[in-house]
């Protein structure tokens, strides 16, 4: 089965830092891998995607991701934090296997926190 | 090109009574999922409808039914509701099947009471 792991519930970084949002997933097939950000009171705005072509994925608002599958990681990633990241971060990973239908699977989530 | 909108954005409802939350997707797309979201168990994928057909279901219980009308519009019902039913519901559109990427509404908060 497919799942995803984000370590660490709570990031908190200074404005100008650089972040880091790990996530891990397990998968018996290649899986398609995305990030999600969601502000409060709001739905999920998709960050970046990965889809088998290039590791290094480049999304909105100046964040990227590497695709590492012997580390099974697809962490998150920005040089200089900003005061308007701050929100819940969501990795997710979904299956794609001919003949079966798929879904995307959620990790429980990063609260990034941003301080001056 | 308009995003994806759900109606109501908030609800109040008494345990027993039903409810049904609606999803319009992207113009143009075509595939609908629906996401619970709850502090206690996350994000959880309820299910997903392509071309006014169910076709991948989560583990919720019968009590949660859904279906998609002809122009791709979508509605989640629940049944009989319980307190554990609180939650911001999600709806997600994707142009097709073979599209991964799944771009979301801004939810329904559901608070039962």
């Known amino acids: 089965a497919q799942s995803v792991t984000q370590l660490g519930s709570h990031v908190s970084v200074s404005e100008g830092a650089l972040v880091l949002l790990r996530c891990n997933y397990s998968?018996?097939?290649?899986?398609?891998l995305f990030w999600y950000v969601q502000y409060p009171n709001q739905g999920l705005q998709l960050l970046l995607k990965y889809t088998s072509a290039a590791t290094l994925v480049k999304g909105i608002n100046g964040f990227e991701a590497e695709f590492k599958k012997s580390e099974t990681s697809f962490h998150l990633t920005k040089p200089s934090a900003h005061m308007s990241d701050a929100a819940e971060y969501f990795c997710?990973?979904?299956?794609?296997?001919?003949?079966?239908?798929?879904?995307?699977?959620f990790g429980t989530g990063t609260r990034l926190q941003v301080t001056l | 090109k308009a995003g994806v909108t759900q109606t109501p954005r908030y609800l109040i409802k008494t345990r027993g009574q039903q409810v049904t939350l609606s999803c319009s997707p992207i113009?143009?797309?075509?595939?609908v999922s629906w996401y619970q979201q709850t502090p206690g168990q996350g994000l959880q994928f309820l299910f997903e409808?392509?071309?006014?057909?169910?076709?991948n279901k989560g583990n919720f219980p019968g009590r949660f039914s859904g279906r998609q009308f002809s122009n791709s519009r979508s509605e989640m019902n629940v049944s009989t509701l319980e307190l554990g039913d609180s939650a911001l519901y999600l709806c997600?559109?994707?142009?097709?099947?073979?599209?991964?990427?799944?771009?979301f509404g801004p939810g329904t908060r559901l608070t039962v009471t």
């Open positions: 997600a559109s994707s142009l097709n099947r073979a599209t991964y990427e799944q771009y």
């Open positions: 113009s143009g797309h075509r595939s």
């Open positions: 409808y392509f071309s006014e057909t169910q076709r």
């Open positions: 998968s018996s097939v290649p899986p398609y």
């Open positions: 997710a990973v979904r299956l794609v296997m001919a003949g079966t239908a798929s879904k995307l699977t």
